[in-house]
T-cell receptor
C-alpha cells in the first residue's frame, strides 16, 4: 500500500491523558498536513510541514497540541491533557512540491475523550 | 464571514440530472482551488483542482472558477446514486508566514435519488 497511513485508527482515552498519533505520508511527498474534523464540518487546518520544518501552525491550536516530523518522513501529533472537546477525527494528508498540489488524505484517527 | 462558505444542503437531485455545487471564499489572495468528495466515515478524496479563471472538465465533472467574484463551483452531469456524498470546497489562502494554508468549507451534502 503506497497511500498515506495513520495509526491508530481509533483511540479512546480519559480526560487528562496524553495521546499521540502517527502519520506516514506517501514516500516521495515532502509536505505533510494535519487537520481536525468534527461532525458536520470540513477539515480544520492544524499545521503543516515542508520536509522537517513546521511552516504554519493554526492559531486555534492550543499549547496542548504539538507536532513533529523529525526526519522529514513520518509525523506525530501529540495532545496533552486531553479534553472532551478534543474528540474528533484527526486527518493527515501529504503532497509533493511547494504548495498548491493535490493532497492525499490518510484514513484518519478517530479520538474519543471520555 | 467564514473564509470558505458552502451551503450545507442537503442538495437532492434525481438520477441523471445535473448537480450544481457552489462555494465562495473571502481572501482575494487565495490561489489553488479544490473540490473533494467525502463519503460518510471516510476521508476526503480529490475530484478536481482548478487554478485559473474559467472552466475545467474531467469526465462528468466540471469545475468553474471566477476570481473576480471569489466563486468556485462544481457541476456533476448525469448524477448517479454513487455520487451521494459530502462535497468539500478547499482554497489555499495566504498564511501569516508567507505560505498558503489549505482552508475547507463545511461541505455540501448531495443526495442523488433513483
Amino acid at each position: 500500500d503506497t497511500g498515506v497511513s495513520q495509526n491508530p485508527r481509533h483511540k479512546i482515552t480519559k480526560r487528562g491523558q496524553n495521546v499521540t498519533f502517527r502519520c506516514d505520508p506517501i514516500s516521495e511527498h515532502n509536505r505533510l498536513y494535519w487537520y481536525r474534523q468534527t461532525l458536520g464540518q470540513g477539515p480544520e487546518f492544524l499545521t503543516y510541514f515542508q520536509n522537517e520544518a513546521q511552516l504554519e501552525k493554526s492559531r486555534l491550536l492550543s499549547d496542548r497540541f504539538s507536532a513533529e516530523r523529525p526526519k522529514g518522513s513520518f509525523s506525530t501529533l501529540e495532545i496533552q491533557r486531553t479534553e472532551q472537546g478534543d474528540s474528533a477525527m484527526y486527518l493527515c494528508a501529504s503532497s509533493r512540491g511547494t504548495g498548491g498540489e493535490t493532497q492525499y488524505f490518510g484514513p484518519g484517527t478517530r479520538l474519543l475523550v471520555l | 464571514q467564514k473564509e470558505v462558505e458552502q451551503n450545507s444542503g442537503p442538495l437532492s437531485v434525481p438520477e441523471g440530472a445535473i448537480a450544481s455545487l457552489n462555494c465562495t471564499y473571502s481572501d482575494r489572495g487565495s490561489q489553488s482551488f479544490f473540490w473533494y468528495r467525502q463519503y460518510s466515515g471516510k476521508s476526503p478524496e480529490l475530484i478536481m483542482s482548478i487554478y485559473s479563471n474559467g472552466d475545467k472538465e474531467d469526465g462528468r465533472f466540471t469545475a468553474q472558477l471566477n476570481k473576480a467574484s471569489q466563486y468556485v463551483s462544481l457541476l456533476i452531469r448525469d448524477s448517479q446514486p454513487s455520487d451521494s456524498a459530502t462535497y468539500l470546497c478547499a482554497v489555499n489562502r495566504p498564511g501569516g508566514g508567507g505560505s498558503y494554508i489549505p482552508t475547507f468549507g463545511r461541505g455540501t451534502s448531495l443526495i442523488v435519488h433513483p
